[in-house]
């Protein structure tokens, strides 16, 4: 299992473990972190997952597809390390990512 530290605006760090396979998405309702709200269910759909990658892990994610950054033109402040995290499916490679919630959804 890996590890994801979701760290809040306020600076409030959570950690959580999460299956290889799992969003980040899905590990942060699982464990009832603030601040990811996922209205959709992790369709894309909604941009109520947004989440802020620390720059030493985004060299390891995916590249967004057209569909997320169409969704993150409805997120707020958003910025170049902006994902929605319903998009990033946890492996080895990403242990111990650090996740920051924005101050709203």
Known sequence: MAKILFIDHAGT???VEAKNGTSIMEAAVQNMIPGIDADCGGACACATCHVYIDESFLSKLKDKDDMEDSML???ENVQDNSR?????LMSDDLDGIKVTTP???
Do not use: G, K, M, T
């Not at 929605?84 to 990033?88: G, K, N, P, V």
């Open 103 to 105: 101050e709203s959804q």
């Open 73 to 75: 033109d409805f997120a």
């Open 84 to 88: 929605l995290s319903c998009q990033i």
């Open 13 to 15: 760090s959570r950690e």
